[in-house]
């Protein structure tokens, strides 16, 4: 499976590209319940097929290095709930890896007393949304490219 996306992405060398052309690779653990994947980043899809036919001569992959984008991924899976369809699960997973902002809730506390805040009408802990990490593009700029 592969997956375009057509915005603008930083490169760990500075650079900047238009596009990327990102190939997925996956698998299902021994236990059945993890399936972890792969992503292999290119600057498009001839590239990839060019490096294929490289890869097969001996040569090494000449993916691009995308900016605090991580490349291995695992997903926990229960095929009872989840269903067969792993390829679908894993362009979910790596649809909303690309298309949401990773965020963390960060608690509040009070300036002067330095105890936690806590919502009144509930008692829970008032928290506040940290982006962690930004989207790398909008769900309009990413399609599904190949299914092979």
Known sequence: ??????SSLDLTNGVSVDQ???RVEHQVDIFGVKIVYD???Y????TYLEDKISVNDGGSLKTISLENFKTSHVLQYDKVTDGNDI?????DDLFSYI???EI???PLYDSSTGEPLLDPSTGALITEDVI??????NAADVSISDLN
């Open 104 to 106: 963390y809730k960060k």
């Open 99 to 101: 298309t949401e902002d």
């Open 1 to 6: 499976m592969a997956i375009q996306i057509n």
């Open 20 to 22: 990327a052309y990102l």
């Open 132 to 137: 962690f990490r930004t989207k790398f593009a």
């Open 43 to 46: 600057v498009n899809r001839d």
């Open 87 to 91: 390829l679908q699960l894993v362009h």
């Open 39 to 41: 992503v292999y980043p």
